[in-house]
């Protein structure tokens, strides 16, 4: 009697056994099922956040915008400020650009040489362009186009009101500003090309006295001696620079903007 129970009970439990061993063979041989869906859900989660994070242009959007505004709000002020010493520093550096076209000019005069036609017009156009740069500085101070900008009043109300304040009372005040700043960054372009393009033609002249094929004005006049070598192409954009500086130095464009708003409203 106990043998036939122990051998029953032992039939039973391996029974059991074997065929929890089966129930998980098939488990692993055909897991689809069982698996398919804790295998796609995690990745479609993850893509809809990956959407949802990615596809919202606006935020990103206004988040530049907010950059940007509080880049130019941080630069307005130390710009009005110091107005006065970006006018007389890039007056001093086209005063002295002035300065060193003529001494070329005088300096190849006093050798009985010439220069051919594309380089004198290079040369006369850069005597030009200087007193032309000149004019537009000193719109910054009274423009031409826009009465209503005064530099020490401006001043007085940003240290009652603040920056903030005064810019967004007067969007046109604000758009001024922008325009002259911009103004200034296309004047500090063209004084560099016109520098670099003094320095070529100086390069010029040295190996015209040396006679030489190398050496260190050699080396200048390959590196930035595109303004003598391309002269209609240098004149075009020295132009172009002079003509947009000239547009938002003077209140012309702020001008034209004011314009359009007011047709747009009538409309």
Known sequence: MLIELLKDL????FGIIFQKVLDNNRNISSPKEQNTKDIIEPIKRIEVVYKYEQSPQRM????????????VLGI??????????ISQVLMCSIFMLEIMIMFIVEY???????????????????????LLSLIILVLMKTPLFFDRYSQSEMLDYIDECGVVKLLFDDSSLLMYI?????????????????????????????????GKERGFWVFIYNKIGNS?????????????????????????????????????TKW
């Not at 032992?10 to 439990?13: A, H, W």
């Not at 063209?190 to 040295?206: E, G, H, P, T, Y």
């Not at 954009?237 to 004011?258: H, N, T, W």
């Open 10 to 13: 032992f039939v039973e439990v």
């Open 76 to 85: 307005v002020y130390p710009f009005i400020k110091y107005q006065d010493v």
């Open 178 to 210: 922008i325009s002259q700043m911009g103004a200034v960054l296309f004047l500090v372009i063209f004084i560099v090309k016109l520098m670099l393009s003094n320095i070529s033609l100086l390069a010029l002249i040295r190996i015209k006295v040396t």
């Open 108 to 130: 190849v005069t006093r050798r009985g040489w010439k220069f051919n036609d594309e380089t004198q017009s290079l040369v006369i156009f850069n005597m030009l362009s200087s």
């Open 228 to 264: 003598c070598r391309r002269i209609t192409k240098y004149i075009k954009e020295s132009c172009f620079m002079l003509v947009i500086s000239f547009l938002l130095m003077s209140g012309a464009f702020v001008k034209f903007i004011e314009l359009i708003q007011n047709i747009g």
């Open 60 to 71: 990103d959007v206004e988040s530049d915008f907010g950059i940007i505004l509080v880049v």
